[in-house]
């Protein structure tokens, strides 16, 4: 049996456990927080995500949390006005699997407790990782606690601050992006009627902010993007004051102004996204990158948590298929690397398009000409695998 140790119980470290183990490898997650807390945003779960969390058997469950997508729109900062509509009702039909978008924290339960019933002693929290040493037959972690564990294989998917990354592959640190992000949580039973249909995108001027319901529609979820020179402060759950965000968006048409009024003080946070230099390869002998720890990207195809589930699916397949540990990691990086990096670059380009100023845009021309993002492009990206 495959003994495979995974740094990390993130999404990407999570479903990598479920997918593992379902084709016979006995998995083990080890976690650095000591607590798996209730924190986080929403995160979109489009079609070529959710097919492999409804094949790992979480469709019910998932779907008794998360919100299905509906038809959203993209407007103009300012006035307001519908530039283009996104219904992604066809992409559901033509794969037959949901578009959700759900709680970071809901998700992240429904993992742990799918993987807990299938191997219940397989989540340690609590456990650093100081050391990893790869060897022509397995591979060790050295822990901050005294334990020394060897296995088989090890998965790294703790994220863009990765350890083992800076162990084995590249000294690189984060770099950041120039966009500063704010998150804010709404509860749905605060907001008037008019705003809790309320779905999509607004940008221009630099900015860019979306919000969707989550948590069984008892939540408005929404980030609010604007460019920013520098940024210094570690972490992504930084609190902000209202008033700061309100600044930041203070020529956004009225439904945006107030929907971010009447946030809460304890549900606003704001970081700075960081990206990494792309690796040559995930690779190093019996160890592999996963996720953000191999490939961040930039949030603007709602994409960065899909490929990670991707990465966890296309492993598993890999390792089953048992013509040796080397030999797997390397077919899985070659049969990922192009499809990840597409996707990148197209969620990069994206950025940029939303970033740029909205009024330079002929609504009559410029959208049939595709310049606004709209489902069939992201389908083309994104087709399930």
Partial sequence: MNRISIIGAGIGGLTAALALHDVGAHVTVYEQAKHLTDEGAGI????NASRILCHLGLRHVLAAD???????????????AVLKINDPSESVRRTGFPYWRIHRA?????????????????????????AVETGSDNVSLVFSNGQRVTSDLVVAADGIRSTVRSM??????PHFEGYVAWRGLVPMADLPERLRTMGGASFGGGRFIVNYAVRRGELMNFVAIARHETWEEEGWRIP????ELQEAFTDFHDDVQELIGHTPPDRLFKWGIFGRPRLPSWVQGRASLLGDA???MLPYLAQGGAMAIEDAMLLARAVANGDG?????????????????????????????????????DPSR??????????????????PI
């Fill in 44 to 47: 979109q779960i489009a079609p």
């Fill in 66 to 80: 998360a919100v299905a997508a509906s038809t959203s729109a993209y407007r103009h900062y300012r006035t307001g």
């Fill in 106 to 130: 809901d998700l992240q339960r429904a993992l742990v407790s799918a993987l807990a019933r299938r191997t219940p002693d397989a989540l340690h929290l609590g456990w650093q990782v100081l």
């Fill in 168 to 173: 084995l592959f590249a000294r690189d640190t």
């Fill in 240 to 243: 902000s004051r209202l008033a």
């Fill in 294 to 296: 191999a490939h961040p």
């Fill in 325 to 361: 540990h080397v030999s797997a990691l390397q077919r899985w990086e070659t049969a990922r690397m192009p499809r990840v990096n597409r996707v990148s670059d197209a969620s990069a380009a994206m950025a940029a398009m939303f970033h740029t100023d909205v009024d330079a845009y």
């Fill in 366 to 383: 410029d959208v049939s000409a595709g310049r606004l993002p709209d489902l069939a492009t992201f389908d083309a990206l994104t087709a």
